[in-house]
């Protein structure tokens, strides 16, 4: 059982920026992907940026430009850098690890984005 654990959310203005990390309880070699989801009230959760752990990385059209996610093998953490925020933005982002068989889920962290 991996366990992620979130930090770096919280409230800022549109036009900020903010730094999500994972940590992993286990070595990401273990593992296939690592990745960022979020989820907004009333909507479904969606990707947001996930990285393999040969480096390969992939983005929502809506973050493109904005967010970059980053990967440290050395440190089982994965990052999303979040440049230029929208309001619509705000959700509870998750991240998330993916092997063979498993998906693991970490529990949430919040950022909000005011206008």
């Known amino acids: 059982q991996v366990q992620l654990v979130e930090s770096g959310g919280g409230l800022v203005q549109a036009g900020g920026s903010l730094r999500l990390s994972c940590a992993a309880s286990e070595s990401v070699f273990n593992l296939n992907a690592m990745g960022w989801y979020r989820q907004a009230p009333g909507k479904q959760r969606e990707l947001v940026a996930s990285i393999t752990t040969d480096g390969r990385t992939n983005y929502a059209d809506s973050v493109k430009g904005r967010f970059t996610i980053s990967g440290d093998n050395a440190k089982n953490a994965v990052y999303l850098q979040m440049n230029s925020l929208k309001p619509e933005d705000t959700a509870v982002y998750y991240c998330?690890?993916?092997?063979?068989?498993?998906?693991?889920w970490g529990q949430g962290t919040q950022v909000t984005v005011s206008s």
């Open positions: 998330n690890a993916r092997s063979t068989y498993y998906s693991y």
